[in-house]
């Protein structure tokens, strides 16, 4: 399964609800919402209320990335305001295995993140216990960054894994998506692509109908 994710850290918030439904309309199945808590990342972003507002209007997926120190102080918050999948990084985790747990319990998906220096190493012993594995592919933290190489042997070497040990994980990645990192993602084995700046940047219409165009594209090429 492909999904293409438009990350609504870059939308218009003054008119967030309708890029929201023109993003559906598009046939966007997953919308993913970054929050942001100025500790584990400079920036703040937005927290409950907004999601819990989008959710009464949204039957989208909601793909919810934390960017947050010790996460685990609010899976419960998040999956009663409507995300139906929790990224946590493991880089932000008391321990990691323990809230993997409570998300599990929690009853929605499973996502582990690592950041651009965080080895696959790192987690790969958890693959069996979670649905997704995010790679980070510029510093977390704000839109509209360059995509950093060397992340793309990271997502080479996960998808390995997850071959060799005939998993059903989904790999995401997150950061600096445009027409020719789009190649660059999916052919290393990304399925799951958020794109930020990348879809919103001028008319969303046209944003996200020309990033649809070109993820199938490469898809085909694979195929
Ligand atoms: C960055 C966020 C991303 C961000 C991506 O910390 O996790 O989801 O919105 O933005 P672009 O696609 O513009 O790099
Ligand atoms: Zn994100």
């Not at 507002?53 to 947050?68: N, P």
């Not at 794109?195 to 649809?212: C, E, M, Q, T």
Request: some cysteine.
């Amino acid at each position: 399964m492909y999904q293409l994710c438009p990350s609504i850290l870059s939308a218009d918030f003054n008119r967030l609800g309708e890029q929201i439904k023109i993003l559906e309309e598009e046939g966007i199945e997953w919308l993913h919402i970054d929050v942001m808590d100025g500790d584990f990342v400079p920036s703040i972003s937005f927290g409950m209320p907004v999601i819990k507002s989008i959710r009464k209007e949204s039957k989208l997926f909601f793909d919810v990335h934390l960017m947050v120190t010790e996460p685990e102080r609010y899976i419960r918050d998040f999956v009663d305001c409507g995300a139906d999948s929790i990224t946590v990084h493991a880089e932000a985790c008391e321990d990691l295995e323990r809230t993997i747990e409570q998300i599990r319990e929690a009853g929605v998906k499973v996502g582990v993140s690592i950041k651009p220096a965080t080895p696959v190493n790192d987690i790969s012993h958890m693959l069996e216990d979670v649905d997704m594995v995010l790679v980070m592919t510029v510093q977390p933290g704000f839109g509209g960054q360059k995509y950093l190489e060397e992340c793309t042997e990271k997502i080479q070497e996960l998808r390995d894994l997850i071959r060799d040990e005939d998993l059903n994980v989904d790999i995401q990645v997150d950061g600096g998506i445009n027409d020719e990192t789009m190649e660059t993602v999916l052919k290393a084995g990304a399925n799951l692509v958020v794109a930020g700046s990348y879809v919103f940047k001028d008319n969303l219409v046209s944003g996200v109908r020309h990033a649809k165009k070109r993820m199938n594209e490469v898809i085909r090429e694979i195929d």
